[in-house]
C-alpha cells in the first residue's frame, strides 16, 4: 500500500532544562499555604526551578554527566508513551475522517513497537545524548502514514488529524498533573521502607511527565516542516507560498535540524510558555501534596 503524508511527532530538549528528581529534604518554598512534608514518611518536596526554554548548550560536552542521564532515564518512560500516544491520536482521528491508511497499518495501538523508527527514536537521539555529553536529546516516533485524499472533507480533515497529536499531548500534561498529585499524596500516607523509593521514583517520572507534554506539544506546533504545526500553517499562505512551503518538508528533517540551530533563540521563546505552564502545573501539585 502506498503511504502518503506522514504525521510525526518530535522530542527535543536541552536535558538541563528539564527538571530532575525533587528535593525530598529542602523546605518548600516560603508563603502562607506552605509547610513541609514529614521526612520520615518519604513525602516529596520542592522542585528545582521549572524549565524556561529549549537549550542547546555549547560548547558540546563529550562525557555524559551521571545527573544528565538520571534525568534522561526518569523521563524516558513518559516521553515514549506520549510520543505513542501522539501518534495513536493521528491515526484514530484520521480514521475517523474517512482515511484507513493508518489503521491498515496497525498504528491505533499503544504498542512501542509499531512506533518506534530505528533511526529517529534510537539511533539519532543515542548520538546525540552521547555527543553533547547528556546535555541534548532528540528524536522522534515514526510518522503516521495517511491519505488526505481520503478525508471526506479534505481541509478539515487534514487540520483535525495534523491537530490531534499536539492536543492529546495537552490533556495528557494535565493528567501526568492529577497523577502526580495522587503519587504525592501516597507518600505522604503510612507506606512501607521498601516502596518509598518505588514511589518516589514514580512521582519524578509522572512531574516530569507534565514537561514532557507541554513540551510535546508547543515543538510539534512549530511552522516548520514536516511539524504538525506545518500542516496547519500551510493553510494561511497564498497557494503558490503554500507549494513552495509544503516542498520544504519533502527534505525531511534537514530543514528542521537547521532551523534548531539557526533559530534556536526563537525557538527557546516559542518553548518558554509552555514550560511556564508546567512550571504553574508543578506547583499546584506541590501545593495539594503539601496540604495533603
Not at 518505588?198 to 507541554?214: A, P, S
Not at 500553517?233 to 537547521?258: C, D, N, S
Request: charge should be positive; aromatic fraction near 8%.
Amino acid at each position: 500500500m502506498l503511504a502518503g503524508p506522514g504525521h510525526v511527532s518530535i522530542a527535543a530538549a536541552g536535558l538541563a532544562g528539564v527538571p530532575g528528581r525533587a528535593s525530598l529534604t529542602a523546605p518548600p518554598p516560603a508563603g502562607p499555604s506552605s509547610r513541609p512534608l514529614p521526612r520520615d514518611r518519604g513525602g516529596p518536596g520542592p522542585s528545582p526551578d521549572p524549565p524556561v526554554a529549549l537549550r542547546f548548550p555549547a560548547p558540546v560536552r563529550p562525557r555524559v554527566e551521571p545527573g544528565a542521564l538520571q534525568q534522561f532515564a526518569l523521563a524516558f518512560p513518559a516521553l515514549l508513551f506520549s510520543l505513542v500516544a501522539h501518534e495513536v491520536a493521528h491515526a484514530w482521528v484520521a480514521l475517523q475522517q474517512g482515511d484507513t491508511t493508518a489503521r491498515d497499518l496497525g498504528r491505533i495501538t499503544l504498542n512501542p513497537a509499531k512506533h518506534i523508527d530505528p533511526v529517529m527514536t534510537v539511533l539519532v537521539p543515542a548520538l546525540l545524548f552521547v555527543s553533547t555529553g547528556g546535555a541534548v536529546w532528540f528524536g522522534g516516533a515514526k510518522p503516521v502514514p495517511v491519505q488526505p485524499r481520503n478525508y471526506r472533507h479534505y481541509k478539515r480533515g487534514d487540520i483535525l488529524v495534523s491537530l490531534a497529536g499536539v492536543t492529546t499531548n495537552f490533556v495528557l500534561a494535565f493528567v501526568f498533573a492529577i497523577l502526580a498529585a495522587l503519587v504525592g499524596l501516597a507518600l505522604r500516607g503510612d507506606i512501607g521502607g521498601g516502596a518509598v523509593e518505588w514511589v518516589r521514583t514514580l512521582f519524578d517520572m509522572v512531574r516530569i511527565g507534565i514537561y514532557v507534554n507541554l513540551g510535546l506539544c508547543a515543538f510539534n506546533l512549530l511552522p516548520i516542516p514536516p511539524l504538525d504545526g506545518s500542516h496547519v500553517f500551510k493553510y494561511l499562505l497564498p497557494p503558490a507560498w503554500a507549494q513552495q512551503y509544503v516542498a520544504l518538508g519533502r527534505m525531511g528533517f534537514v530543514v528542521l535540524l537547521l532551523a534548531l540551530w539557526v533559530a534556536r533563540p526563537l525557538i527557546a521563546l516559542w518553548m518558554a510558555p509552555a514550560f511556564a505552564l508546567g512550571g504553574w502545573l508543578e506547583r499546584i501539585v506541590m501545593s495539594v501534596v503539601m496540604r495533603g
